[in-house]
């Protein structure tokens, strides 16, 4: 059930007074009384009313003056207003109009008059408080659109700065909140390529660097895009050299497919950007090493500085890998081989004895993709 609206009735006269005060709450209308216009002042703050009937003629201070005050207070400046008076309505009518006021009724008092202009005007500033409401409403939805664009603004801005370690899927799930288990140390199959610049120490030694530095971005750009295409993370730059795993911290079902192709698809595009070097007097080629297997990934580092890493046997595999590879070889061992055997044509190499590994490792060199 509704509250009943509240009157504030305004007169020095106690019979008149008295009279609206009865007629206002027989109808079931809260109604405050004030005898003259300085506490009709101090009660429009105290009672908070709803509508002011607002005799004209008072010995303190009248009813327009009482009314320009109401009018006045941007926290009263809307509420209805109906002056009595028992003077000449037509002039009277000109100064409440002056004054601010909404309505007006004459000496003595007609009730059913009396009555219907308080509901309408009551009605009109229903209305006024639905509006207002509304508005508050629309003004707070549009506070929390904003910080929501903020917010969102600046997700896309750590999105971004995030895709420039991680593959595009972690960086979402981070920024989300929803990498958090991801990122703790866990055990899964991965497929590693490793990568490396044949030739670049000598080429540091004679180029400035500033060229040095040209030249691997010119690299990076290029195995970036790939790195991309094919799901892959980068976990870490080792000067000319780059490592990039697959089915981690994203699942990639063919995570050997996927490294093979982009090791394919990396040598055939660098060729066009050794051929460039060439003719800048730069002899550097690409070597690559791949391998598939178990490892334990998670970050590691301290606060404020942290990696994705990938630790076991086979990172070391492939970097022993790529270590023999020459340049142009994408070199890979017998079980990341059978993953991928029906995928790409092959020639081996023979066992190979490689660093930290107690038995000869049989080798092979990636061909090329067969044609489907």
Same mark, same amino acid.
């Given at each position: 059930?509704?509250?009943?609206?509240?009157?504030?009735? +305004?007169?020095?006269?106690?019979?008149?007074?008295? $009279?609206?005060?009865?007629?206002?709450?027989?109808?079931?209308?809260?109604?405050?009384?004030?005898?003259?216009?300085?506490?009709?002042?101090?009660?429009?703050?105290?009672?908070?009313?709803?509508?002011?009937?607002?005799?004209?003629? $008072?010995?303190?201070?009248?009813?327009?003056?009482?009314?320009?005050?109401?009018?006045?207070?941007?926290?009263?400046?809307?509420?209805?207003?109906?002056?009595?008076?028992?003077?000449?309505?037509?002039?009277?009518?000109?100064?409440?109009?002056?004054?601010?006021?909404?309505?007006?009724?004459?000496?003595?008092?007609?009730?059913?008059?009396? @009555?219907?202009?308080?509901?309408?005007?009551?009605?009109?500033?229903?209305? #006024?408080?639905?509006?207002?409401?509304?508005?508050?409403?629309?003004?707070?939805?549009?506070?929390?659109?904003?910080?929501? !664009?903020?917010?969102?603004?600046?997700?896309?801005?750590?999105?971004?700065?995030?895709?420039?370690?991680?593959?595009?899927?972690?960086?979402?799930?981070? !920024?989300?909140?929803?990498?958090?288990?991801?990122?703790?140390?866990?055990?899964?199959? %991965?497929?590693?390529?490793?990568?490396?610049?044949?030739?670049?120490?000598?080429?540091?030694?004679?180029?400035?660097?500033?060229?040095?530095?040209?030249?691997?971005?010119?690299?990076?750009?290029?195995?970036?895009?790939?790195?991309?295409? #094919?799901?892959?993370?980068?976990?870490?730059?080792?000067?000319?050299?780059?490592?990039?795993?697959?089915?981690?911290?994203?699942?990639?079902?063919?995570?050997?497919?996927?490294?093979?192709?982009?090791?394919?698809?990396?040598?055939?595009?660098?060729?066009?950007?050794?051929?460039?070097?060439?003719?800048?007097?730069?002899?550097?080629?690409?070597?690559?090493?791949?391998?598939?297997?178990?490892?334990?990934?998670?970050?590691?580092?301290?606060?404020?500085?942290?990696?994705?890493?990938? %630790?076991?046997? !086979?990172?070391?595999?492939?970097?022993?890998?790529?270590?023999?590879?020459?340049?142009?070889?994408?070199?890979?061992?017998?079980?990341?081989?059978?993953?991928?055997?029906? @995928? +790409?044509?092959?020639?081996?190499?023979?066992?190979?004895?490689?660093?930290?590994?107690?038995?000869?490792?049989?080798?092979?060199? +990636?061909?090329?993709?067969?044609?489907?």
């Amino acid at each position: 059930m509704s509250t009943p609206e509240k009157i504030l009735v +305004v007169d020095d006269t106690p019979a008149n007074l008295r $009279m609206l005060v009865d007629i206002l709450g027989a109808k079931g209308y809260q109604v405050a009384a004030a005898a003259g216009g300085r506490e009709a002042i101090d009660k429009l703050a105290s009672e908070k009313p709803d509508l002011v009937l607002l005799d004209v003629m $008072m010995p303190d201070l009248n009813g327009y003056e009482v009314c320009r005050t109401i009018r006045s207070n941007p926290g009263t400046s809307m509420l209805p207003v109906v002056m009595i008076t028992a003077l000449d309505p037509a002039t009277e009518r000109v100064r409440g109009i002056e004054a601010g006021a909404d309505d007006f009724l004459s000496k003595p008092i007609n009730q059913p008059e009396l @009555l219907a202009r308080v509901r309408s005007l009551l009605r009109i500033k229903e209305y #006024h408080d639905t509006v207002q409401q509304q508005s508050a409403r629309l003004e707070e939805w549009t506070e929390k659109l904003e910080d929501r !664009v903020r917010e969102q603004v600046a997700q896309l801005d750590r999105l971004g700065r995030l895709k420039g370690f991680f593959s595009p899927q972690l960086a979402e799930m981070i !920024v989300s909140g929803g990498a958090e288990e991801l990122l703790k140390p866990h055990r899964r199959e %991965i497929t590693v390529l490793y990568l490396d610049l044949r030739g670049f120490t000598a080429f540091t030694e004679s180029a400035e660097p500033e060229e040095v530095m040209r030249v691997l971005g010119e690299y990076h750009n290029l195995v970036g895009d790939l790195v991309t295409r #094919h799901q892959g993370t980068i976990e870490r730059f080792v000067g000319d050299g780059m490592v990039v795993f697959f089915n981690d911290p994203i699942p990639v079902p063919d995570s050997a497919e996927q490294g093979v192709r982009m090791a394919v698809a990396l040598r055939e595009r660098f060729a066009a950007l050794r051929a460039q070097w060439k003719k800048r007097g730069y002899e550097l080629d690409l070597s690559s090493g791949i391998a598939h297997g178990f490892a334990t990934l998670g970050t590691i580092g301290f606060e404020g500085r942290r990696d994705y890493a990938a %630790i076991g046997p !086979v990172t070391n595999l492939a970097a022993r890998l790529c270590s023999e590879a020459k340049g142009g070889q994408i070199l890979t061992n017998r079980r990341t081989l059978s993953l991928v055997e029906r @995928l +790409v044509r092959t020639e081996p190499v023979g066992p190979l004895a490689l660093k930290g590994f107690a038995q000869p490792v049989e080798v092979f060199n +990636v061909l090329r993709v067969r044609d489907p």
